[in-house]
């Protein structure tokens, strides 16, 4: 069974931890997973190929492709009991989205400054390109766009210290589409500005992108909680029939 790992090919990564399938069909949805812990020199575990994102390889910590066949470890390795994967990854997920919004949003800072820093110094046609109107709403558009979405965190943040995590699942998945969305945005426009030097590895554009597209994916896509957010919008107003 092949699997990608996070974090996997640093040298200090010594455990794994595996989500699987542990529930029949007769047992709820929700409890059919489980986490199990697997040091990675258990027999079986076998480190296949490290993975590249958007052309960054990430290095020591980044993505690695294993194979696990065979493999077999004692079952107080299972954490917290069968059928509790995802009241783990629950419990998890919610703040750990709440921090990349943070580093998200000051990204998109960072690629704001570097933006008007180019602009003022960047000369066409006879002046800087700060004095041009689409520059100029662009960077508009990007400081709308960071504070929007610094006050969506910062309701989540509040509703999770206030209520929990559970009681924040609306915001929290609100925040996960919108921030690594116009982090996207912000930094596209900023690499527009910088013409052939945004693309090149003289700023860290680039990356910043690479960054925020895999976010867009990682810890849940998109679409995902765009669906969880539809649901819980229609079961306000049409209750169990949905």
């Known amino acids: 069974m092949l699997i990608r790992c996070q974090g996997a090919g640093d040298p200090r990564c010594k455990i794994a931890i595996l989500m699987g399938r542990t529930g029949s069909h007769d047992v709820p949805k929700h409890k059919r997973h489980s986490m199990i812990l697997v040091p990675m020199d258990t027999p079986g575990v076998k480190k296949i190929r490290p993975l590249h994102v958007f052309g960054y390889d990430e290095a020591p910590h980044g993505h690695y492709e294993i194979n696990f066949e065979d493999v077999r470890v004692p079952l107080e390795n299972m954490i917290l009991g069968e059928g509790r994967g995802f009241e783990i990854a629950q419990g998890r997920l919610g703040p750990g989205r709440i921090h990349h919004c943070m580093r998200l949003i000051g990204m998109a800072e960072r690629a704001v400054e570097m933006m008007c820093n180019r602009a003022i110094s960047r000369y066409a046609f006879g002046k800087a390109i700060a004095r041009q109107g ?67 590895q003289d700023t860290p554009l680039p990356m910043f992108f690479a960054y925020a597209r895999t976010l867009r994916i990682a810890d849940g896509p998109d679409e995902v909680h765009l669906a969880s957010l539809a649901k819980q919008e229609l079961k306000k107003h049409f209750g169990s029939r949905i």
């Open 134 to 200: 689409i520059v100029q709403h662009q960077i508009a558009q990007s400081r709308i766009e960071i504070e929007q979405a610094r006050l969506l965190t910062l309701n989540a943040a509040d509703i999770i210290d206030k209520h929990g995590t559970k009681e924040a699942r609306r915001e929290i998945a609100m925040i996960k589409v919108v921030a690594p969305q116009i982090a996207q945005a912000i930094v596209d426009r900023a690499i527009q500005v910088h013409g052939g030097a945004g693309v090149c």
